[in-house]
């Protein structure tokens, strides 16, 4: 009995196994593969190899041979829309580039910028209805020359510079724009392949140079060429570029290859504009248009990643380097990483775990020399919180030699006073209705001269003596107040450069000389200037001042740096009056008028900390000073000091506060403090300095006595 069972039980499975087994010869007979792997197909996997109908076998890492532009593919997966490598929309277009001190350049040498075969560019507009003239454009042999005619800066030079509107590189390049043109509708069967002499401009983002794999965002800045006197063409034309009003961005991707060379993979969204105007007695002949649209223009071998992941993730590659030179390329799903990005100009653009909040700058390093920036650390916080910023005046170093008394005398020997540049000194009264003259103002060119007529005490020897409003010392000096002019409303399209001579005085607190680290209050007192008989004013003034009823506090805060050099950071919200009497026969003729207005003028183009903090908390900036002498600002929400120079939280300022003030004041110079010596920063400027002694001593040893306000 037990033995009929099992022999009929073994039977059962036989035939169950047939039955499997017979199930998958009918599906590979008809065409199913079950397993989702890497195939000779046009994907790179296996078709039909998903068990879902809503699922596609595709892969999601791939091999590249960047010489040769070949690949194949090593893994694959059944998705829907979940994260996967994609294809390059130009096949066989290889770009391989010799290394250029770490980098690639763009345009990269040697290579060539196609457009898919699927997505020509177009004419359209001037054609018979239903008609079109499709092109492919290969755009290659890019060359350097002394007269780039797009370009925005002079190429005499070189055609690379540093700067552009993402804060990289700017680069021009002539080229050869070759299209392959197909005509359809009623213009079907015209063929012809036209080359324009095309020159343009590539900003660029910073990069890392010398990393081994670089990343960073692009832009066709401009874009023109064109031909005349064609047997087809009277006029054809091609335009593009942001700069152009037709936004054109990109991305590039650098992968370093063994022995040096780079592997460029780069794209172009281009939107375009075609002019053209038909030759009598062509194709064309009595037609002309103008056509725009949008297409990517790419060069490279390089696969990239696209698709879903979970909440919070992000699809992104990797990279691998193989000896042979082939690249290994994977995606997968990553939490995004708020840090620096490569340039260390900004913070990557990710999306942070929390919804509303922003990867944000929290620590910069700062080179007084240059003027430069970059970032140290990032966080994703709320936008409006604690960060740190840009300096609203951007890039105006101001680095002054001691003169061996200790300190720094203001104004700064060598350095300028600038406003930001959406904030213009502004002339509005007496002008037109709606009509204002905006100026971007560069005081410059300090100096000590015998007679300053501002100056309200004998300016000889040294345009310096002890005293003044804020009972630290008062300086005068003449300089140079010049005016970049640009008017708007009726006054659109003037400009002028006006340069006044204006002298002022400036008061200052008490510092403490010598230290390493010294912020005070400062006053602009007195500031007068003023031109008579130009072309365009009879009468130019400017007036400014405390003591001419225009308050102008400011600050300044001196930093030494390794080798003994200041570096100054100081601005002046000043107010001013700028009066104006036109000249007759000028623009201004018959025009006058005094207008009244506020502006921050700043030199040492420091960054900031800003933003809003929980309650009970302020936004705090610590700043360390490196050995290469560039200095970190770091912001920090901190609980504030209740009562300054209460160490112990006694609620007492008595001599039992002195220990702990010392600790924290040698413990922490030139470092962040740390919350538990906050009550030692005493004048709570977020940084310890000489100051903070002389208010700490001050207040233990006032009379009456100094008392903490109540708990």
Request: with cysteine; proline share 10%.
């Amino acid at each position: 009995m037990r033995q009929s069972f099992a022999r009929a039980e073994a039977i059962s499975l036989v035939l169950v196994i047939l039955a499997i087994c017979g199930g998958l010869a009918a599906q590979a007979r008809a065409g199913v593969i079950v397993a989702c792997e890497p195939a000779d197909t046009v994907t790179g996997c296996s078709m039909n190899a998903c068990s879902e109908p809503t699922d596609t076998c595709l892969p999601w890492c791939v091999r590249n041979y960047p010489h040769s532009g070949q690949w194949e593919a090593l893994s694959c997966n059944c998705v829907r829309t979940e994260c996967h490598a994609l294809p390059p929309v130009v096949l066989g277009n290889p770009c391989v580039v010799a290394d250029q001190g770490g980098t690639v350049h763009l345009p990269p040498t040697g290579c060539s910028y196609r457009n898919p075969p699927a997505d020509p560019w177009q004419i359209i507009d001037g054609l018979p209805p239903g008609s079109t003239v499709d092109s492919q454009v290969t755009q290659f042999n890019f060359t350097c020359s002394p007269a780039v005619p797009v370009c925005s800066f002079p190429t005499m030079g070189g055609c690379i510079t540093p700067g552009g509107t993402l804060n990289g590189e700017k680069t021009c390049a002539n080229s050869n724009f070759q299209m392959a043109m197909t005509g359809s509708g009623a213009l079907a069967g015209y063929n012809r392949v036209i080359q324009l002499p095309v020159s343009l401009e590539i900003h660029a983002a910073p990069r890392s140079l010398f990393s081994p794999v670089q990343d960073f965002d692009t832009d066709m800045f401009r874009m023109f060429g064109q031909i005349t006197g064609d047997p087809d063409f009277d006029l054809l034309r091609v335009t593009a570029g942001t700069d152009f009003g037709l936004p054109s961005p990109g991305k590039a991707a650098l992968t370093q290859l063994p022995g040096g060379h780079w592997a460029v993979d780069s794209f172009f969204d281009i939107t375009y504009r075609i002019d053209f105007v038909g030759s009598p007695g062509g194709p064309f002949g009595g037609m002309s248009g103008s056509t725009t649209g949008t297409v990517r223009m790419t060069t490279g071998n390089g696969w990239t990643c696209d698709g879903r992941c979970p909440a919070g993730f992000e699809c992104v590659s990797n990279r691998t380097v193989n000896p042979d030179g082939s690249i290994d390329m994977c995606c997968e799903c990553v939490l995004p990483v708020c840090e620096p990005a490569p340039g260390n100009l900004m913070c990557t653009s990710v999306t942070c775990p929390t919804p509303g909040m922003e990867c944000v700058a929290t620590c910069v390093r700062h080179d007084p020399g240059t003027g430069s920036t970059t970032v140290v650390s990032c966080d994703c916080r709320d936008p409006e919180s604690c960060h740190a910023q840009e300096a609203l005046v951007g890039s105006n170093p101001c680095l002054v030699p001691d003169g061996g008394n200790g300190t720094v005398h203001l104004p700064p020997t060598g350095c300028s006073y600038r406003n930001p540049p959406n904030d213009p000194w502004q002339i509005i009264d007496g002008l037109p209705p709606g009509t204002t003259i905006d100026s971007a103002v560069n005081q410059t060119a300090f100096a000590c001269v015998p007679m300053i007529n501002v100056c309200s005490f004998p300016p000889a020897p040294n345009c310096l003596l002890p005293g003044g409003s804020l009972g630290g010392e008062k300086s005068c000096s003449d300089s140079s107040f010049q005016m970049t002019m640009q008017g708007t409303g009726a006054l659109a399209g003037y400009n002028r450069f006006v340069s006044i001579p204006v002298g002022l005085e400036i008061h200052t607190a008490p510092r403490m000389v010598g230290a390493p680290v010294q912020s005070f209050d400062t006053d602009m007192f007195r500031m007068f200037g003023q031109v008579i008989g130009d072309p365009d004013f009879d009468l130019l003034r400017i007036v400014a001042g405390t003591d001419f009823g225009l308050p102008s506090p400011g600050h300044t805060t001196l930093t030494q740096v390794p080798g003994g050099n200041w570096a100054v950071d100081s601005f002046f919200d000043i107010t001013y009056r700028i009066d104006f009497v036109g000249a007759p026969g000028g623009p201004l003729a018959g025009m006058s008028g005094s207008t009244t207005g506020t502006v921050r003028m700043s030199t040492g183009s420091t960054p900031v900390c800003a933003g809003v903090c929980p309650p009970g908390y302020q936004c705090f900036t610590h700043r360390t000073v490196n050995m290469d002498g560039t200095i970190d600002y770091c912001c920090e929400c901190l609980a504030p000091c209740l009562c300054p120079g209460d160490m112990n939280a006694d609620n007492q300022l008595n001599a039992l506060d002195i220990q702990g003030f010392v600790s924290c004041y040698v413990s922490y110079f030139g470092s962040p403090i740390p919350q538990a010596c906050i009550c030692a920063d005493v004048n709570e400027d977020g940084i310890f300095t000489g100051q903070d002694v002389v208010l700490f001593v001050n207040r233990l040893l006032a009379t009456p006595k100094t008392q903490c306000p109540p708990m």
